[in-house]
T-cell receptor, first 114, second 114 residues
Framework: NAGVTQTPKFQVLKTGQSMTLQCAQD?????MSWYRQDPGMGLRLIHY???????DQGEVPNGYNVSRSTTEDFPLRLLSAAPSQTSVYFC?????????????FGPGTRLTVT | KQEVTQIPAALSVPEGENLVLNCSFT??????LQWFRQDPGKGLTSLLL?????REQTSGRLNASLDKSSGRSTLYIAASQPGDSATYLC?????????????FGTGTLLAVQP
């Protein structure tokens, strides 16, 4: 199993540009999430999904959109990039109801917005 | 609102020493608690997962305990090695419904000196 994969590894955007961060998992996990990690702030939940077709907002959802059309994929869209969105983004997955819900993380995407 | 605190923020020890990292949380209604390791510029690696009904988990030189009533968890590392140098994060998964919310502490940066 590849586990949780993320692309790209690095990205530089100009203010106002849009882009999609890709996330995929091959463990048939129900739950998937997006976090951002900033110095001194720890990891904060952006959006999460408890199954295909179901998404919900986390702690810091503004400026981001998600959709979950398949169990495997959970892309994160930046609608109009802002310097405040410069961060490292992590995708994660876990089993859902009835499982241990141990969280597995992808390697991250380092995003810089100029 | 659940808050997770890790003390100390940074720790430096000589090789071979046993050490304890602390994690405290404000709301005892958790589903589980997970300890992670993060190396610089890398993703998060799961170390130990403790379900809310468990008191401790062990993996090799690592032992994690959970005391829900006092809102505390500790990660014990025996016979530390320079390769243990990393940031250690604890995270609690909230209880209740179809939730996928993991709340992170800000981590303890560990340096093991050879």
């Amino acid at each position: 199993n590849a586990g949780v994969t993320q692309t790209p590894k690095f990205q530089v955007l100009k203010t106002g540009q849009s882009m999609t961060l890709q996330c995929a998992q091959d463990m048939n996990h129900e739950y998937m999430s997006w976090y951002r990690q900033d110095p001194g702030m720890g990891l904060r939940l952006i959006h999460y999904s408890v199954g295909a077709g179901i998404t919900d907002q986390g702690e810091v959802p503004n400026g981001y959109n998600v959709s979950r059309s398949t169990t495997e994929d959970f892309p994160l869209r930046l609608l109009s990039a802002a310097p405040s969105q410069t961060s490292v983004y992590f995708c994660a997955s876990s089993t859902g109801t009835g499982g241990s819900r141990e969280q597995y993380f992808g390697p991250g995407t380092r995003l810089t917005v100029t | 609102k659940q808050e997770v605190t890790q003390i100390p923020a940074a720790l430096s020890v000589p090789e071979g020493e046993n050490l304890v990292l602390n994690c405290s949380f404000t709301d005892s209604a958790i589903y589980n608690l997970q300890w992670f390791r993060q190396d610089p510029g890398k993703g998060l690696t799961s170390l130990l997962l403790i379900q809310s009904s468990q008191r401790e988990q062990t993996s090799g030189r690592l032992n994690a305990s959970l005391d829900k009533s006092s809102g505390r968890s500790t990660l014990y590392i025996a016979a530390s090695q320079p390769g243990d140098s990393a940031t250690y994060l604890c995270a609690v998964r909230l209880w209740g419904g179809a939730t996928n919310k993991l709340i992170f502490g800000t981590g303890t940066l560990l340096a093991v000196q050879p």
